[in-house]
């Protein structure tokens, strides 16, 4: 590889008006060939004309506050439920915003109440009459009649935005004082539409320098609730909820469409709202669907305008992305010219990768350069570290990018903020040339990989592929077990319970893993109820397939027994029910298995699920913990199943997963090949270019062996968080 091809190219840097000097210096040593701005920050002339590509940031339904202020009836809006209350007599008053934070909403009272809203008793579940409650305007307060003693009553009722919440963040966050807040507008009206269209317009007309839109995203932002005690800062956040996209057209709209009704409790749903760990109803897929559809629609517009004035429309993977659903084929009907996102994990950093449809795909690094950083940690201030974090982060995503690799790199923030950490400065030049290095590397062919799929079972499948609710849920068993595998030498794909209902199993998968808990998406929920699903997946296990279950696989509230599946994993978990059953005795294998042969001292799962039994005298308890299975094996007719009582992404249960995968994939035989003797290594081998990259996953300087297809040795050395580029030709 060239040296000008290491030094220079793929790389955004975000300038700063004020910091020129700055700016330029820093883009020539970290081999930027585009400087951005960023929320907050503006490019000066200078800049402009330094001869870089430039990239300029807009979101489309904010920073419109003079019309805004002229359309309040056009704002975003959402449902809220009510802190339930409990009644001590037979009326119950409730202040329905109560517990928010009241700077974010205000009280819907244009559409009528008694239309929108409804009221229900908690307790029993039941829905008051609208004869049974009213409300008062001038306190926001609902008084409830009739109500029982000491049941819970809870209002859903309808909010205005006032108050865009990555505006508030970045605004709290960056202390921007008496800086105006920025009111989110509804585009679903027609009138917003007609205003979004002329304002971008304009906004194209005024930035004849920009060569990259950078939609920050399009239209609808994240589920995101603050609240107003200090101790609860944020009452929920999901990357993936539809919760924003709510209002009465839309709810109008939609069935006019649909042929049926949505109410307030479809999206309340008992307070649960329509987070991401529910498997999603049918009334809520309508939803998505409705919301999707017009998303495209109105972006596609938007879009085309931008090509019109001749310049390229990228996308950013959060923010105001909900309904762009980018892993859908859907997707490709915008137009977009690229997609970004702000990463700091393998798998985030495999949705990026993933992503189909577009010409560009682009990482945004972290730390962003804020004082305190997203993440909430203090970065670039008195005690922070950025080099150590930004070395953390990238030891994750670089082992994602030797599978499947992006286009570019970048970070945003106020670059001002790095002059006071010159080591910093120096790391991100470092890392930017490895970027390029493993960049070089994938344009000259695919990594090595398994002859065999492997394929991640959820509710959600394909339309939440490398996607979790957000970023690194550490704890959730299927965001540890994607994170692992986001590295790993095995092709991915993920399904949903539909899909194996309607198009069955795919042949050239061998391998299937199912993650989570009692009744989250991940791990399936009520889908574990129908009987299609336990016949599909028992007759494909049985003609051969793997199956590996991690946490409470397959469980649900549905029968007498908790996994269903328990008849291919071979063991159960005690809820409390059974206690009074006698259990299998079982004697744990005294001969290292295959899938531990590399692990030595004590299994480090995290946290576990306890309180399971092996229900056949034939399951092989390979690992417990007090009398509790941690891994057990079975053999179901020709297939093999894997059962663990939970998975943390650390080196030793990467390496575990992976020999299980080879394990219950019945290809011990082909274990090994391009593999790495020491588990705090891994390695990725190029067959077209003969160049094998070896990486090292700590931060510790480690000694390794890499086995060939023909199980040579290679010895190799790395520094901490080293990697080596070896060419084998």
Not at 240 to 259: I, Q
Not at 266 to 295: A, C, H, Q, T
Not at 422 to 443: G, N, S
Not at 553 to 573: D, I, L, T, W
Request: glycine share 8%; hydrophobic share 35%; with cysteine.
């Amino acid at each position: 590889m060239s040296e000008k091809i290491l030094n220079n190219g793929g790389f955004t840097l975000p300038g700063e008006a004020g910091f020129e000097d700055l700016t330029l210096k820093l883009a020539e040593k970290w081999g930027a060939d585009v400087i951005r701005d960023s929320d907050g920050t503006q490019l000066s002339d200078k800049i402009i004309t330094s001869g870089y590509d430039i990239y300029s940031t807009i979101c489309l339904v904010r920073g419109s506050n003079e019309w805004a202020k002229l359309n309040m009836d056009k704002l975003q809006q959402c449902y809220l439920r009510s802190y339930p209350l409990i009644a001590k007599g037979d009326t119950v008053k409730i202040d329905i915003l109560k517990g928010f934070f009241k700077k974010q909403f205000l009280i819907n009272i244009k559409d009528n109440p008694k239309e929108f809203w409804q009221v229900f008793d908690r307790t029993t579940g039941l829905e008051i009459e609208i004869s049974n409650w009213e409300l008062d305007i001038n306190t926001g307060t609902v008084m409830v009649k009739n109500t029982k003693k000491w049941h819970k009553y809870t209002v859903n009722f309808l909010v205005y935005r006032i108050w865009e919440e990555i505006s508030a963040y970045n605004h709290i966050t960056n202390n921007w004082g008496n800086r105006e807040h920025e009111l989110p507008i509804e585009p679903m009206y027609k009138e917003t539409q007609e205003h979004i269209l002329k304002y971008l317009d304009q906004w194209l007309i005024d930035h004849q320098h920009t060569k990259v839109v950078r939609f920050t995203s399009m239209f609808y932002n994240f589920w995101w609730l603050w609240g107003s005690d200090p101790n609860l800062k944020f009452i929920v956040n999901d990357w993936g909820a539809y919760d924003f996209t709510v209002n009465p057209l839309s709810m109008k709209l939609f069935e006019k469409e649909k042929g049926y009704k949505m109410t307030s409790e479809d999206f309340v749903n008992k307070g649960l709202y329509n987070n991401s760990y529910l498997p999603p109803s049918e009334k809520y897929r309508d939803w998505m669907d409705f919301i999707n559809k017009f998303v495209i629609e109105f972006g596609k517009k938007c879009i085309d305008l931008v090509h019109k004035h001749g310049k390229k429309a990228y996308v950013f993977y959060n923010d105001h992305w909900i309904g762009m659903e980018p892993t859908l084929d859907s997707f490709k009907e915008f137009g977009f010219d690229g997609i970004i996102d702000g990463v700091f994990s393998g798998f985030e950093t495999r949705k990026v990768s993933g992503t189909k449809g577009v010409a560009i795909r682009e990482l945004r690094l972290h730390p962003y350069f804020f004082p305190t950083g997203v993440n909430g940690v203090g970065t670039f201030i008195e005690g922070g570290d950025p080099s150590l974090e930004c070395k953390t982060y990238w030891l994750d995503i670089r082992r994602a990018l030797l599978r499947d690799c992006v286009d570019r790199i970048g970070f945003g923030g106020y670059l001002h903020l790095v002059e006071d950490h010159p080591a910093f400065v120096d790391y991100v030049q470092e890392l930017a040339e490895e970027f390029r290095t493993i960049r070089e590397l994938h344009k000259e062919g695919k990594p090595y990989s398994s002859k065999f799929k492997v394929a991640i079972l959820s509710a959600w499948g394909n339309m939440r592929a490398w996607g979790c609710r957000g970023h690194f849920n550490h704890g959730n068993y299927y965001n540890e077990i994607m994170e692992s595998i986001s590295g790993l030498p095995v092709e991915v794909e993920f399904i949903s319970f539909k899909d194996i209902i309607d198009k069955g199993i795919s042949g050239d998968i061998k391998v299937i893993i199912n993650a989570g808990q009692l009744d989250d998406a991940w791990s399936g929920g009520w889908h574990w109820s129908n009987e299609k699903v336990i016949e599909i997946l028992t007759e494909w296990v049985s003609k051969g397939g793997g199956l590996i279950g991690v946490g409470e696989p397959s469980a649900v509230k549905y029968s007498g027994q908790y996994f269903q599946m328990c008849h291919v994993f071979g063991v159960e978990r005690e809820v409390g029910l059974t206690v009074c059953f006698d259990k299998y005795a079982y004697k744990k294998a005294e001969e290292t298995h295959f899938i531990l042969k590399d692990i030595q001292g004590e299994l480090d799962f995290g946290k576990e699920i306890d309180n399971i039994y092996v229900i056949d005298k034939n399951i092989q308890v390979i690992a417990d913990k007090n009398q509790s299975i941690q891994i057990a094996t079975n053999t179901f007719g020709k297939g093999r199943s894997v059962y663990f009582s939970g998975h943390k992404y650390n080196p030793e249960n990467i390496r575990i997963l992976l020999r299980a995968i080879y394990w219950a994939a019945d290809e011990e035989g082909e274990f090994g090949l391009w593999t790495c003797s020491n588990v705090n290594t891994e390695c990725a081998y190029y067959p077209k270019s003969n160049k094998l990259a070896v990486i090292n996953i700590t931060s510790q300087a480690e000694e390794t062996t890499v086995y060939d297809c023909k199980k040579n040795e290679i010895p190799v050395s790395l520094k901490p968080y080293g990697i080596k580029i070896i060419d084998l030709g």
